[in-house]
């Protein structure tokens, strides 16, 4: 299968990200939805299509459709894995640290597979590629503050 260029020097963390490219985590609509959002990358030609259902203040389910490049999909599989079930304070804590790990050389501790992505930080064209699922969420969290 031809992925495209990948800006990751590690073969584990090249083995990580192709695998979440190739076998999408929570991959689908999630029905019903308290927040959906869209968002693309034009630069790269990314599109996200980001669904959640909140319980209380937690992410009860969370799911995605999307294309584009394996570095926006496999972050996005990513995303949603470590904030599936958990509270909206850790949900938003994992995105502003993972933006930080991309864009301020932030440690990328606690971060699950997402670590794995921390190459792309030398490659500010593809950082877009990443964050792209992460800003989709954030403004996903955002509609839940609303809701509540
Ligand atoms: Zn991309």
Do not use: W
């Not at 799911?63 to 995303?79: D, K, R, V």
């Not at 050389?105 to 699922?133: F, I, N, W």
């Amino acid at each position: 299968m031809q992925v495209g260029f990948t800006p990751v020097a590690d073969d584990l963390f090249r083995e990580i990200i192709l695998d979440h490219y190739r076998h999408p985590r929570h991959r689908g609509r999630v029905d019903p939805a308290d927040a959906v959002v869209e968002a693309d990358n034009p630069l790269c030609g990314d599109l996200i299509d980001l669904s959640i259902r909140f319980d209380g203040d937690q992410v009860a389910e969370i799911g995605f459709e999307g294309t584009g490049c394996s570095i926006s999909q496999a972050a996005c599989s990513m995303l949603c894995d470590e904030v599936s079930g958990a509270s909206l304070e850790h949900a938003r804590d994992v995105a502003a640290r993972f933006k930080a790990m991309l864009i301020e050389d932030g440690s990328p501790d606690d971060l699950g597979d997402l670590e794995a992505l921390q190459g792309v930080r030398s490659y500010p064209v593809r950082v877009k590629c990443a964050t792209l699922p992460c800003n989709a969420l954030l403004q996903a969290l955002g509609d839940a503050e609303v809701r509540t």
